[in-house]
Antibody, heavy 126, light 112 residues
Framework: EVQLVETGGDLIQPGGSLRVSCAAS????????MSWVRQAPGKGLEWVSV???????YYADSVKGRFTISRDNSKNTLYLQMNSLRADDTAVYYC????????????????????WGKGTTVTVSS | QPVLTQSSSASASPGSSVKLTCTLS???????IAWHQQQPGKAPRYLMT???????NKGSGVPDRFSGSSSGADRYLTISNLQSEDAADYYC??????????FGGGTKLTVL
């Protein structure tokens, strides 16, 4: 069974650092794109970061320069290192697996999140 | 970059049908979107991808009551024979090679 389990969420003071983890089972994180999506209390979903199977990484402007996505292939685990945390980083952090699809013509491709973890809560407050 | 617009709320009675809308911004009407369901206190769940042609592909285990359709820049999620467990927030999203994933604001569906 394909599954994602996030851990590591905590209450952290503004300006602090935290690393959250996402353990995958049923598939290999190294062979797939992997992503982080967050949801602030009472708000919608916001894409945070992605790591490609070739190791390239990309970030939303709101976290660029502060967050780092990485993976440990031997542990089949995805990470998000969060530094210089702010109150507006308070959210449930979900890891998700983007997979590639092709449209019905076969010419156009796209990526969509087909598996989601249950999330881990990060609260930034003094 | 694409922007997705969703109505903030919708409601319908058990056993009836409801059609939720996700509208793509100008210049992006041919984009493919995905629909996700988030029941109260739970993680999002992938429902389907939906093309501008109206062709859709559902995720594993998604009931037949869920279907998709399209018209121009609008992408629809129709839920037939509404059940109490369909009460949830529904999000659409789209991918772009420059901006990656963009989510709509979500629609809160109440089953009266």
């Amino acid at each position: 069974e394909v599954q994602l389990v996030e851990t590591g969420g905590d209450l952290i003071q503004p300006g602090g650092s935290l690393r959250v983890s996402c353990a995958a089972s049923g598939f290999s994180v190294s062979s797939n794109y992997m992503s982080w999506v967050r949801q602030a209390p009472g708000k919608g979903l916001e894409w945070v970061s992605v790591i490609y199977s070739d190791g390239r990484t990309y970030y939303a402007d709101s976290v660029k320069g502060r967050f780092t996505i990485s993976r440990d292939n031997s542990k089949n685990t995805l990470y998000l290192q969060m530094n210089s945390l702010r109150a507006d980083d308070t959210a449930v952090y979900y890891c998700a697996r983007p997979v590639r699809g092709n449209d019905s013509s076969g010419y156009r491709y796209y990526y969509y999140m087909d598996v989601w973890g249950k999330g881990t809560t990060v609260t930034v407050s003094s | 970059q694409p922007v997705l617009t969703q109505s903030s709320s919708a409601s319908a009675s058990p056993g009836s049908s409801v059609k939720l809308t996700c509208t793509l911004s100008s210049g992006h009407s041919d984009y493919i979107i995905a629909w996700h369901q988030q029941q109260p206190g739970k993680a999002p769940r992938y429902l389907m991808t939906l093309e501008s042609s109206g062709s859709y592909n559902k995720g594993s285990g998604v009931p037949d009551r869920f279907s998709g359709s399209s018209s121009g820049a609008d992408r629809y999620l129709t839920i037939s024979n509404l059940q109490s467990e369909d009460a949830a927030d529904y999000y659409c999203d789209t991918w772009d090679s420059n901006t990656y994933w963009v989510f709509g604001g979500g629609t809160k569906l109440t089953v009266l």
